[in-house]
């Protein structure tokens, strides 16, 4: 196959909004990493030729993620049926505009943030992310990763030329200024305002239970902007805002430059994620996704594999 042999060939070689603000210590113990993917059928051989044959006549394939590859690191997805956040759990993302006006939903969303970090800043890559990788980087097919998640890994994994469509929860900034603090920088800050919540392991129930009482809520301190007062927020694209338009462009014509376009764990229920499909549509792009079950982009896809990437991303790089 060709992409087997630019691999040994090759001497060239280049972001849900998922906010974790009720993916608590209690939600993410009770599962393991592989409890978040949902039930799918072993990957079938002639899919796995049908999509190694795409992309071994692609010279420029921008590649597109969703929730759906970081479910096997262990981060659960919103929508998948059975092991989705919305399946298994009452809470539901904070929209922007309740973040912006209400100071109790601010302390609310800080505070399980807060709670939330040690957790979630500690999941790494999975196959998927490194065969990625291995497609920008080394092997060089690929040109540009557009991902819908959050959660960094992407960057973790060293992947070069990532645009994080939705933002990055590594990241705080200021609503008015300019003002930028990395987020473990900002839970050292949010750790001395509160230190009644240092040590996270106290609040968990001998039946791993954690709920964070009414008291617990109301009394978390969070810092403001410290060069204009502002409000702080994660580098995140909220519910309920908008991807910011120079992002808009910048993915606008990598969709234009590419040649394939790799669909990977993403339901594109979010429109952000679906006009990319339909941009590469109309520009009569070849489109491949792979994800377990169906998706919003099925009928503009000249390929569509139902089942989990970490079964098909290493075939395409050995
Ligand atoms: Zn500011």
């Given amino acids: 196959m060709f992409v087997r042999s630019l691999k040994r060939d090759s001497a060239t070689c280049f972001v849900t909004p998922r906010c974790f603000d009720f993916i608590t210590e209690k939600f993410i113990r009770r599962h ?3 409890s978040f993917v949902p039930k799918h059928l072993p990957v079938r051989e002639e899919d796995i030729d049908k999509l190694d044959r795409l992309i071994s006549v692609s010279r420029n394939i921008l590649i597109l993620t ?3 590859i970081s479910t096997e690191s262990g981060i659960p ?20 505009r309740d973040f912006l006006k209400s100071e109790a939903v601010r302390r609310r969303y800080w505070a399980r943030n807060y709670v939330g970090w040690p957790r979630f800043s500690s999941f790494s890559p999975n196959e998927t992310h490194l065969s990625v990788r291995k497609l920008v980087n080394d092997i060089g097919i690929a040109r540009c990763v557009v991902t819908q998640n959050v959660d960094s890994l992407h960057t973790k994994a060293k992947t070069r030329n990532v645009i994080e469509l939705h933002g990055s929860a590594y990241r705080v900034v200021c609503i008015n200024c300019d003002f930028k603090i990395e987020r473990h920088a900002f839970q050292d800050l949010l750790a001395n305002l509160n230190p009644d919540m240092q040590i996270i392991d106290q609040m968990i129930r001998p039946d791993g239970d954690v709920e964070m009482n009414q008291d617990q809520v109301e009394g978390f301190n969070i810092p403001s902007c410290p060069s204009c007062a502002g409000l702080l927020k994660p580098d995140i694209v909220f519910f309920g805002d908008n991807v910011p338009k ?10 234009q430059l590419c040649d394939t376009l790799l669909v990977l764990g993403s339901s594109l229920t979010v429109f952000s994620a679906y006009r990319i499909i339909l941009q590469a ?3 009569h792009k070849p489109i491949a996704i792979v994800n377990i079950g169906e998706t919003r982009g099925d009928k503009h896809a000249l390929i569509k594999i139902s089942a989990k ?3 098909v991303l290493p075939h395409l790089c050995r």
């Fill in 309 to 311: 990437c970490g079964d």
């Fill in 77 to 96: 997805d919103y929508r998948s049926e059975g092991v989705g956040l919305y399946a298994r759990s009452t809470n539901r993302p904070v929209q922007y």
């Fill in 246 to 255: 120079n992002r808009v462009e910048q993915v606008r014509n990598e969709v």
């Fill in 32 to 34: 393991s990493s592989t």
């Fill in 66 to 68: 969703g929730a759906g």
């Fill in 281 to 283: 549509s109309e520009l």
